[in-house]
Nanobody, 114 residues
Framework: QVQLVESGGGLVQPGGSLRLSCTAS????????MAWYRQAPGKERELVAL???????GFASSVKGRFTISRDNAENTLLLQMNSLKPEHTAVYYC????????WGQGTQVTVSS
């Protein structure tokens, strides 16, 4: 089993920034691409950003230029720096492998509201 623990979410005003972090416990972190996903109320979970094992990133078009994904394989951590946040970014954010594992963490709530 791989345990995923997300943190760093909260309430922020439009234009603000948040830094999400994820700790993945297990031996497979280094061996797979990792990704951030999010799920807004009434919507399906969607891919936000991913990062390959060599650090190469990919982003959903809606967040490109605003979000930055990074990983620290030595620390088994995955980060998502979110800048210039908008209300449409409000969602529960999750980390997982890409392709995702069946088991998900609790996620961390990001709420962007004025």
């Amino acid at each position: 089993q791989v345990q995923l623990v997300e943190s760093g979410g909260g309430l922020v005003q439009p234009g603000g920034s948040l830094r999400l972090s994820c700790t993945a416990s297990g031996s497979i972190f280094r061996d797979y691409p990792m990704a951030w996903y999010r799920q807004a109320p009434g919507k399906e979970r969607e891919l936000v950003a991913l990062i390959a094992t060599d650090g190469s990133p990919g982003f959903a078009s809606s967040v490109k230029g605003r979000f930055t994904i990074s990983r620290d394989n030595a620390e088994n951590t995955l980060l998502l720096q979110m800048n210039s946040l908008k209300p449409e970014h409000t969602a529960v954010y999750y980390c997982n492998r890409y392709p995702e594992l069946a088991d998900w963490g609790q996620g961390t709530q990001v709420t962007v509201s004025s």
